[in-house]
């Protein structure tokens, strides 16, 4: 009995916490346009790390990539 209170509380607060539903505030297209700005800055930060490493670049250099005026 108490496994089974403690599953159905368990289920309760992850429904309604919201972690089962989706981002309301923005449509899909809004969304996809989140996640692919996102996924581009990770790629060019990952450029950035590898031409560290590899000594392509000083490390003291700012990165090459303008993350603030996209078009």
């Known amino acids: 009995m108490k496994l089974l209170t403690g599953l159905s509380l368990l289920l ?3 429904a309604l916490a919201g972690c089962s539903a989706n981002t309301p505030a923005y449509s ?8 692919h700005r996102n996924n581009t800055f990770e790629a060019e930060a990952i450029n ?10 000083p490390s003291n250099q700012e990165s090459i990539w303008n993350v603030y005026h996209r078009d």
Do not use: C, G, S
């Not at 899909?28 to 996640?35: M, N, T, V, Y």
């Not at 950035?48 to 670049?57: G, K, P, Q, S, T």
């Open 12 to 14: 309760a607060a992850i």
């Open 28 to 35: 899909a297209k809004e969304r996809f346009a989140q996640i």
């Open 48 to 57: 950035d790390d590898i031409d560290n490493v590899m000594l392509f670049r």
